[in-house]
């Protein structure tokens, strides 16, 4: 066994320095495009999620997306087939584990092929921290974090299989900083970030990329009520050097980088898409 696999590698180099030598080759290309490809949403029916399946799709793959609401992932799904891509629609607690489990599978069963999975789906609650109850914690934690690590731990052989694979997962600006009364939000999406770290590094032998994008302040339907008020509005968008809210689309460039075969070589980092607000140190712009 031992010589077999030693026999294996000595042909993987081989061929790497074969790659190497092409004329050119570090000269050519990587593709944004997405043809062939099959991608799973979760938080898929709304907001940044829908915003990235549309990307996606945009881009070329067929789309599964993934929420509890039944109602929204047909509307969603319509839109994805309206671009001419297939769409699965595949509701989906994310704070089971077996129906996390169950959705990949069942994506993968359909399509034949998992080839990115993004890790949208997410909850929050804006409150003082004196006020979170056990279940609060629970309830939090099991759909920002638990459900987005299981299902990349579903996913894993699957992508092997196929020689590799793209995970995205969904992150915050609370990745870098806090505001108050989001705390189990921040320590939900603090988890997530090291869990991109730490999946990307044991990943990488399978050549499957684990990345993260973290929003600052975007207008959608979950901060709907914040941002119709002028006087927050206003209160929130100071500190954006851009000087408006982020909308889903504007996801849509690191979605792709990530997704396609461009980001081969990127693992384990985190884009963020602010406005500036990081840079801007939390000053009036």
Known sequence: ??????????????????????PNSEFEMPSFRLDGRVALITGGGRGLGLGMALALAHAGADIAIASRT???????????????????VVPTDVGDVAAVRAMIHR?????????????????????????????????????????????????????????????????????????????????????????????????AADRINVNAIAPGRFWTKMTDAFFSVPELYESAVSVIPLGRPGRPADL????VLLASEASDYITGQTIYIDGGWLINGGVKA
């Open 1 to 22: 066994m031992p010589t077999k696999r030693a026999g294996k590698s000595t042909k993987g180099k081989a061929k790497e320095r074969e790659r190497r030598m092409t």
């Open 252 to 255: 849509a460039g690191a979605t």
């Open 70 to 88: 039944a109602d929204e992932l047909d509307a969603a799904a319509g839109m994805i087939r309206a671009l001419g891509r297939q769409a699965l």
């Open 107 to 203: 994506t993968a069963a359909h399509f034949g092929r998992l080839d990115v999975l993004v890790n949208a789906a997410g909850i929050n609650y804006r409150r003082p921290i004196e006020t979170f109850t056990e279940e609060d914690w629970d309830k939090l934690m099991a759909i920002n974090l638990k459900g987005a690590f299981f299902a990349c731990q579903e996913v894993r052989p699957i992508m092997k299989k196929q020689g590799g694979g793209k995970i995205v997962n969904i992150g915050s600006i609370v990745f870098e900083i806090v505001v108050p009364n989001v705390a189990l939000y921040a320590i939900s999406k603090g988890g997530m970030r090291q869990m991109t770290r730490a999946l990307a590094l044991e990943y």
